[in-house]
């Protein structure tokens, strides 16, 4: 049927199906989002009711109108696409998603993933532009905020989920998922937002492609390219990495987008001398949709008058985009089963987002809670603050919904008669996200003063973290008795810490990235290689080792961190062999004590360190974890299988490798190995 369909359509009308335009191209209404100047630079007028898809809606009505309208002026009645940045929730704003990888909870991110899905399914909504499976360890790239952190593998694994997440069977109460932003883009040199990424090829494929590689294993069925270059050239028109990887290797074959204009950009990146040159490389990369920007909308039907080659490229490029429209039901109904109605936003939580919030908090230091009877004072700038949805949530954006901490906790009074002062501090919900790069990731300076004031009056103070993005905590550690990191949580943000901090739940999250003592220390993470000159001592005096003179070498909190009201006691690691062989699978079991008389989550992390490597490979790498929950009282032998290719590695052409030889297994965290053993790869 589309095969047929494109044998129908004229140049002009193939070359309309690769362009994306924003709402008001059809129809200016209060629910669009207006991108910039919406006006006839970027697209052709005369075209409009040839284009493809459309980004921003995130209204049924709205959706109706123009699809009804386009339809009626279209004349081969190819349903336009709907797509929108629906990147933790629609209606419904879950956790920010660093914060969701902190849960380290697949089911849940997934069910969130779902209920998204079917409230923008419900708002006329195809394609959401999500997950972001950009892998950073730098915190001062603002949208380390819309990432799972510093590790391929937590970020795969939640990648995966989201994708399954949203796409469902693809029916009615699903949307198509979008993996993004193809390639590197959260490893910008010096933390700035559309930086160039100069990653060598080993460092990418070891330790940033895992991350994609894992969730198109879920099958998304659209990729974006990113801002950046990478091994010199725009993702966006870089045919190794679309061509040979994307597609090649890993045998995409679905719709790549590129991103918010970043055709056009390649102008700037001094990669194309104007936008027929931006056209045809983008063409000849394997880009099928160009968003947002005049470079296929004005020049591409040019590109096959100078490279009639591109026509066939054309031809491929539409029959993606057909399939996917057929795919998602549309030449079927246009309007999936929706009609207009003053219904408004359809909310279709079920108690995931406030159980998603409470497991994404993570406790990083615990000297007075949970709260008994204490008489708190709240204070700091978040406090009474309802702006708890965190970034890229402007398609819900509902903080009416939201509870302010001061609203919902209890045993409140004055400062002098409080007993303990909660103190919320960090930084504001739109200070990460997009284009929101610092330099100083820290706390502010009033925080700083207040808090030593509050210590230097003898108050006890329960520091909970609001920001987006990990803060460099090192000079307000020593003035708070506890420190609770709670990101922004989303709609149910503040009953989750009132829970939290009352003992009504118990903390399980874990960090899903470093947060480092100084900036200095940036790019910082738990992966770090021996190098030539290990340190022998945490003396700084140390000489012609890899060290600092003026800092350690480690993190103030560490990947994997999070403490919790319980204790649970690793007592033993039993392997069912010790030799592992291409095609063979490891069994092991951990057994796990919950010494507490309280319910806890216990978050099971497995590492390796291989002793020997053709390319050098870190002391520590994250090859498998997994949630448990452990009863008061409760031992448990938790079971955990591992393949031999959980043990390989990537080279340079993104080869597997691993050599025979001695690796070890070790069980616990970066901070602290509990449980190990050694096994040898034959
Ligand atoms: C933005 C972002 C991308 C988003 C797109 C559409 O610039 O980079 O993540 O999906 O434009 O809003």
Not at 8 to 19: D, N, P, R
Not at 207 to 215: E, I, K, L
Not at 259 to 265: E, Y
Request: charged fraction near 25%; charge should be negative.
């Amino acid at each position: 049927m589309t095969k047929e369909l494109l044998n129908k359509l004229t140049l002009e009308e193939k070359i309309g199906q690769l362009v994306q335009v924003d709402p008001s191209v059809y129809d200016i209404s209060e629910e669009t989002e207006l991108f910039g100047v919406s006006n006839d630079t970027y697209y052709v007028q005369k075209d409009r009711f040839l284009y493809g898809s459309i980004l921003g809606i995130n209204n049924k009505n709205h959706a109706i109108r123009i699809q009804k309208q386009y339809l009626e002026n279209s004349k081969h009645k190819i349903p336009l696409l709907f797509m929108s940045d629906v990147i933790h929730g629609c209606h419904t704003i879950f956790p920010v998603p660093l914060a969701q990888a902190a849960s380290f909870n697949r089911n849940l991110v997934r069910k969130a993933a779902t209920i998204s899905a079917k409230e923008a399914a419900s708002s006329g909504i195809h394609v959401t532009f999500s997950p972001m499976v950009d892998v950073t360890r730098d915190i001062r790239w603002g949208r380390v905020t819309e990432g799972y952190g510093e590790d391929a593998y937590l970020t795969g694994e939640m990648g995966y989920e989201l994708v399954k997440g949203y796409q469902g069977d693809l029916g009615n109460n699903n949307v198509a998922a979008c993996l993004k932003h193809f390639a590197g883009y959260g490893a910008p040199d010096a933390g700035r937002d559309y930086n160039e990424v100069t990653l060598s090829k080993e460092t990418f494929f070891n330790y940033y492609m895992p991350a994609y590689a894992r969730t198109l294993e879920a099958n998304p069925k659209l990729v974006m390219t990113s801002f950046n270059t990478l091994f010199g050239i725009p993702a966006t028109a870089n045919k190794y990495l679309l061509r040979d990887i994307l597609r090649g290797q890993y045998a995409f074959n679905g719709v790549i987008i590129s991103d918010f204009a970043s055709t056009s950009n390649m102008i700037a990146h001094k990669y194309a001398d104007g936008p027929l040159s931006a056209a045809m490389k983008s063409i000849k990369a394997g880009l099928d949709i160009d968003m947002m920007s005049d470079v296929y909308s004005k020049h591409l039907k040019l590109a096959t008058e100078k490279d009639p080659s591109i026509l066939k490229l054309i031809d491929d490029a539409v029959l993606k985009v057909l399939k996917l429209k057929e795919k998602l039901g549309l030449f079927k109904d246009p309007y999936r089963g929706l009609s207009e109605d003053n219904q408004g936003p359809q909310f279709y939580d079920d108690g995931t987002n406030l159980e998603l919030a409470i497991e994404s908090v993570v406790l990083l230091k615990n000297n007075n809670l949970p709260l008994k009877n204490e008489k708190v004072y709240l204070m700091g700038e978040y406090a009474d603050s309802r702006r708890t949805n965190g970034s890229w949530s402007w398609v819900g954006g509902h903080i009416s919904n939201n509870k302010t901490l001061k609203e919902v906790f209890p045993n409140q009074t004055s400062y002098e008669e409080a007993d303990v002062i909660i103190y919320c501090f960090g930084e504001g919900e739109r200070e990460s996200g997009e284009s929101q790069s610092k330099t100083n990731p820290s706390v502010k300076l009033e925080d700083v003063k207040q808090l030593k004031q509050l210590h230097d009056n003898g108050k006890k103070v329960i520091g909970v973290v609001y920001s987006g993005r990990p803060l460099i905590l090192t000079e307000v550690e020593p003035y708070l008795d506890s420190i609770v990191f709670a990101f922004y949580l989303g709609n149910q943000m503040s009953k989750a810490i009132k829970r939290l901090l009352l003992g009504e739940a118990n903390f399980s999250g874990r960090l899903p990235i470093s947060i480092p003592l100084n900036v200095g220390q940036i790019p910082m993470y738990y992966g770090q290689f021996t190098t030539s000159r290990p340190r022998n001592t945490d003396d700084l005096t140390e000489q012609y080792v890899s060290n600092y003179k003026d800092s350690p070498n480690t993190p103030l909190y560490y990947f994997g961190d999070g403490l919790s009201y319980s204790e649970v006691k690793y007592h033993t690691l039993t392997l069912n062999k010790t030799k592992l062989s291409e095609g063979d699978t490891i069994k092991l079991s951990v057994k796990l004590e919950n010494l507490s008389d309280i319910f806890t989550k216990e978050v099971v992390q497995v590492y390796i360190n291989d002793l020997f490597s053709e390319i050098v490979r870190p002391k520590l790498e994250l090859i498998l974890f997994e949630k448990v929950s452990l009863n008061p009282k409760q031992t448990l032998v938790v079971e955990l299988e591992l393949k031999y290719e959980s043990f390989m590695y990537k080279d340079g052409n993104n080869e597997n490798k691993l050599e025979e030889g001695p690796i070890e297994i070790m069980i616990g965290s970066p901070r602290k190995i509990l449980l190990q053993e050694t096994i040898e790869i034959i």
